[in-house]
């Protein structure tokens, strides 16, 4: 399969753990982004990188959040001190250019 | 703020009718709008896309619409089949950029046999 990848596809956490996902993106695009999506809406941008570089993120996103794309390949989204309002799925997109492609997403339940 | 809003939210026509989805965004910067398919338990699919300086695309049964000055675009499925039953997603690309995509909350198209 030569789509976008993530890991894992779901993720049961308690409240106040720490959590990783991993994306890998199609394999020649540079731009690489992070979604959240809630039950009944659409995705909500998070975060953008193009190579390496981390070149926007949303205000929506808390200091609990971070995100880093090491060698210009996969990244990963981590998320400290869960909460229950950080249920969703996680999605992330790559693109060469303009279209972006999603990955599956990571369904994440804080109990 | 940035917007991008959807109507309807549920549409439900028999197949081999056309449907149509409505969407406005507020940044007049906006220049890519794609649109996105979503089955249950799936993720996003990119079916189409529009850039600012075309006013329509096609691509078989399905085309999508472009009225800058009013901010407008639509998507419109013809000759539907119960296949494109699914949650359809519009966005716009804000600030005149390609990367930060700004979605609707998604029209949920049901097309019954």
């Known amino acids: 399969d030569t789509g976008v990848s993530q890991d894992p596809r779901h993720k049961i956490t308690k409240r106040g753990q720490n959590v990783t996902f991993r994306c890998d993106p199609i394999s020649e695009h540079n731009r690489l982004y992070w979604y959240r999506q809630t039950l009944g809406q659409g995705p909500e941008f998070l975060t953008y990188?193009?190579?390496?570089?981390?070149?926007?993120k949303s205000r929506l996103l808390s200091d609990r959040f971070s995100a880093e794309r090491p060698k210009g390949s996969f990244s990963t989204l981590e998320i400290q001190r869960t909460e229950q309002g950080d249920s969703a799925m996680y999605l992330c997109a790559s693109s060469f250019e303009v279209e972006q492609f999603f990955g599956p997403g990571t369904r994440l339940t804080v109990l | 703020g940035e917007n991008v809003e959807q109507h309807p939210s549920t549409l439900s026509v028999q197949e081999g009718d056309s449907a149509v989805i409505k969407c406005t965004y507020s940044d007049s910067a906006s220049n890519y709008f794609p649109w996105y398919k979503q089955e249950l338990g799936k993720r996003p699919q990119l079916i189409i896309d529009i850039r600012s300086n075309v006013g329509e695309k096609k691509d078989q049964r399905i085309a999508v619409t472009l009225n800058k000055t009013a901010k407008h675009f639509s998507l419109h499925i013809t000759e539907t089949q119960p296949e494109d039953s699914a949650v359809y997603f519009c966005?716009?690309?804000?600030?005149?950029?390609?990367?930060?995509?700004?979605f609707g909350a998604g029209t949920r198209l049901a097309v019954h046999p």
């Open positions: 966005a716009a690309c804000i600030s005149g950029g390609y990367n930060k995509l700004i």
């Open positions: 990188f193009q190579n390496e570089a981390q070149l926007e």
